[in-house]
């Protein structure tokens, strides 16, 4: 018999909230958080986007730890955190009844910018890489982080479907519950892909509104 599946926590990291009440208040008020790039894109035919504003890792990971993160990984984890406190649930279960299904479309593609480039303007010195660049790049390093942080021992890796990621993982953690192979998981998505790179790849695929007077008329 197939177990019944129901959400007991949330959690959020968005361009209009950094935690739930404030998400959900400002999406009903109808706020509008466009604006431009946090770094110089003046020569990308895209020069705006809806950027998490005010996120500081350190509210929610020690700063020695959010070092080896990229800015991917500090938003799960910031989500997660929030989740979990508001599920109550913990305390309550088995870890290794507890689960974690995190996605990412991307990744770490700001940390693979930033290494790559440095390689790039220093490579005549030989190559010298962070030693935390994989992992800090790598799709499943959040969910790993999550489960790490809490001792979980049910199911985890992370899916990677584009835009459907998250909704992917929420999908396939829906069905590990129903079917008897978890309690509880933590699911959902992260993506920190504002990054020249990111944006440039986009634009060179034609992904992007280039509306930039549309943007300023809002």
């Known amino acids: 018999e197939l177990k019944r599946v129901v959400v007991t926590g949330l959690g959020a990291i968005t361009p209009v909230g950094n ?15 466009q604006d431009y790039y946090s770094f110089d894109a003046s020569q990308f035919k895209t020069q705006f986007a809806c950027e998490v504003k005010g996120f500081d890792a350190t509210q929610y990971i020690d700063r020695k730890e959010a070092r080896k993160m990229d800015l991917y990984t500090q938003y799960a984890v910031a989500v997660a955190k929030e989740a979990v406190a508001d ?13 974690v299904i995190f996605g990412a479309g991307i990744g770490g593609i700001r940390t693979f910018e930033e290494e790559t480039s440095n390689y790039a303007l220093h490579k005549e010195n030989g190559p010298k890489y962070n030693p935390f660049f994989i992992p800090k790049m790598i799709s499943d390093f959040a969910a790993g982080q999550i489960s790490i942080l809490y001792g979980f021992h049910g199911p985890n890796y992370a899916t990677c479907s584009a835009c459907a990621t998250s909704t992917n993982a929420i999908a396939d953690a829906f069905n590990l519950i129903r079917l008897g192979k978890a309690n ?14 990111g944006v440039g790849g986009f634009n060179a695929m034609h992904a992007l509104s280039t509306a930039t007077d549309s943007r300023e008329a809002l």
């Not at 998400?23 to 706020?31: A, H, M, P, R």
């Not at 699911?187 to 504002?194: F, R, T």
Request: net charge negative; aromatic share 4%.
């Open 19 to 33: 935690n739930v009440p404030e998400f959900w208040e400002n999406l009903v008020n109808g706020l509008v958080e």
């Open 87 to 99: 599920s109550g649930l913990i305390s309550k279960m088995r870890l290794n009844r507890i689960g």
């Open 184 to 197: 509880a998981i933590v699911s959902g998505g992260s993506e920190a892909a504002i990054a020249a790179c």
